[in-house]
C-alpha cells in the first residue's frame, strides 16, 4: 500500500518576547534583538503539519485534511491566535518562546491528539525567511 504524507497549512497571529531571564539585559538584547523587546511584539506564523500513512482504500485518503485543520485549531490554534505566548498560553508555560521551543511544544500536544495517524513534521514560519522543523526527536 502507498505511503504518502499529506501536509495542511494554517496561519496565526502571536505576540511574544524571547528572554532569558538567567542573561543579563544587555546580554538577552545581543542575543534575540527585536524579539526581546521589553512590551512584546508579533509574528504572523504560518504552520504546516505533515501527517504520513497508508492511503485509505475506501476513500483515497491518507487523512481528511478538514479533519486534520480541526484537530490543530482545537488542541493549538485556539489557545494560540491574537494570543501572547509568553502569558497566554497554556502549552508554553515557563518556555522561552523561541520558534525552535514553540515548535517542540506543539508537537508534544499535537502529536497525541493525531494519533492513530501518524504525525510526520511540523514546520514553523516565523517570517517568510525563517522557519523551523520538527519531527519529535
Ligand atoms: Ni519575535
Redesign the pocket.
Known amino acids: 500500500m502507498p505511503i504518502v504524507t499529506v501536509t495542511r497549512r494554517l496561519r496565526f497571529n502571536a505576540a511574544?518576547?524571547?528572554h532569558n531571564p538567567a542573561l543579563s539585559d544587555a546580554e538577552n538584547a545581543r542575543l534575540?534583538g527585536?524579539?526581546n523587546?521589553p512590551n512584546w511584539?508579533?509574528?504572523n506564523y504560518t504552520l504546516d503539519v505533515s501527517v504520513r500513512g497508508p492511503v485509505d482504500e475506501r476513500t483515497g485518503y491518507v487523512i481528511d485534511l478538514g479533519v486534520l485543520r480541526g484537530i490543530v485549531e482545537r488542541e493549538v490554534l485556539d489557545h494560540t491566535d491574537h494570543r501572547n505566548f509568553n502569558l497566554d498560553v497554556p502549552y508554553m508555560r515557563d518556555i522561552n518562546p523561541t520558534t525552535e521551543n514553540i515548535i517542540v511544544a506543539m508537537w508534544r500536544v499535537l502529536a497525541p491528539a493525531i494519533a492513530p495517524a501518524t504525525l510526520q513534521r511540523l514546520r514553523l514560519w516565523?517570517t517568510e525567511n525563517n522557519y523551523v522543523d520538527y519531527s519529535g526527536e
Do not use: Y
Open positions: 511574544h518576547r524571547v534575540f527585536k524579539c523587546n511584539h508579533g509574528h516565523e
